[in-house]
Structures are given as C-alpha cells and as structure tokens.
C-alpha cells in the first residue's frame, strides 16, 4: 500500500510541477488558464474520490467493530448501536464537506 501511495505522489508530482512552471512562464495567459483549469478539475476530482474512499473504509471498520462487539456481547446492542450510527453520520459529514470542497472547485473552472 505504501508503494503504491508512494507511486501516486511521484506521478502527481511529475505531472503538477511542469504544470506549474509552464503556467508561471505563460505571459499570454491562455495557456496559464488552461493549466488552472486542469488544476482545479484534477483538484475537484481527487478531493472527491479520496473522500469517498476514506469514508467507505471508515464507515466499513465502524461497521465492523460494532457487529463484533454485539456479537461477542448481544446484551449491550443498545450500547453499542447509538455510538455507532453517530460515528457513522460524523463520517458521512466529512465526505460530504469534501463533496462541497469539490463542487466550489469545479465552479471556478
């Protein structure tokens, strides 16, 4: 996993710096906006799909943990159950302000 992580920043590095030089070196501006464009867009969809798959995997263990707990103790489902939906709304929240992050990106394109 860390490789792969590892990986994905190298490319996005190699792909956000030339960008970003090329973008400095535009007097036209055309070409600076186009590379801005693709920032935010490239910005709105990444800040989405981490999100949602930081939110799954959290949502997934919350889950998990719970059904666990409930199994190994089945008297204490009512304690268990009410901590675990709120944790499950906080967890919605986030991925929903990042929803919002990457809708107020994709308004600037």
Known sequence: M???IAR???FLIGIIAPMAAFAEEAAAGSLADAYKSLGLALGAGFA???AALGGALGQSRAAAAALEGI???PGSADKIFTPMIIGLALIESLVIYALLIAFML???I
């Open 2 to 4: 860390k490789k792969m």
């Open 8 to 10: 994905i920043s190298i």
């Open 48 to 50: 989405i799909g981490i």
């Open 71 to 73: 199994g190994r103790n």
């Open 106 to 108: 994709y308004g600037k």
